[in-house]
């Protein structure tokens, strides 16, 4: 793993204290959610979507009745799990969030989940009136960092690279799945989340797979050797 820049520590520290700063609505009890004990969020259990968000809207405090999904045909079919979020108007002046999935998602369970954490909680951050800056891929990094900010860490830790084989048009494509943070940046935002709640160190590293553990141990290291 590339070791992390200075501005992209700073980047880490400034937005998590922004968040932390700027945000004032619920947090979920547990700070450090491992899969076993957020509800359907076990890969192996295969859960539906309704089931993943009846389990993210109780987490985040969110009423239900503001959040629906749709399966749609037309998003662009180049990654495991293509998406997109719309806030449309009801009746009563309420804001209601559309959470549109590619039909092809429904082969790519862990990626689901992890879209599912990162539009969900950028309803929760929504809800509370705090809008994350930028668009496109560098709203979906913060949407990340946010994710760990809530507790979903060990989730988001989960495949952060993965290579599948996607049926696009009348070809099979390899396509390669990649997080929105790179490794360094997603380790270090870990620790800055520790240190945040005091998390115990061993209960840090035991949920994570083997080569994000690698990488927070790299970025422990780092910081032990930092002037």
Not at 107 to 120: D, F, G, P, S
Not at 175 to 200: C, E, M, N
Request: hydrophobic content about 45%; proline content about 7%.
């Amino acid at each position: 793993m590339k070791s992390i820049l200075d501005k992209e520590k700073a980047w880490v520290d400034d937005e998590y204290a922004w968040l932390n700063a700027s945000y004032t609505g619920p947090l979920p009890a547990d700070p450090w959610m491992i899969a076993e004990a957020a509800g359907s969020f076990r890969p192996t259990k295969y859960p539906t979507v309704e089931q993943v968000l009846d389990d993210l809207c109780r987490i985040l405090e969110i009423e239900r009745t503001l959040v629906t999904h749709e399966y749609l045909d037309d998003l662009p079919n180049r990654q495991p799990a293509p998406s997109s979020l719309t806030v449309q108007h009801g009746p009563d002046g309420l804001q209601v969030f559309v959470l549109g999935l590619a039909e092809s998602t429904r082969t790519h369970v862990v990626q689901v989940l992890k879209k599912c954490i990162l539009w969900m909680v950028d309803v929760r951050l929504r809800l509370s009136n705090v809008m994350l800056p930028e668009d496109g891929e560098a709203r979906m990094q913060w949407a990340e960092l946010a994710a760990i900010f809530f507790g979903f860490g060990p989730i988001m830790a989960q495949r952060r690279f993965e290579t599948v084989r996607m049926a696009v048009g009348r070809w099979t494509e390899t396509i390669t799945y990649h997080s929105y943070l790179p490794s360094a940046v997603f380790a270090y935002a870990l620790l800055v989340h520790q240190k945040h709640h005091g998390i115990d160190s061993a209960m840090l590293l035991k949920p994570l797979p083997s080569e994000v553990r690698y990488d927070v141990k790299q970025a422990i290291a780092d910081r032990s050797l930092a002037p």
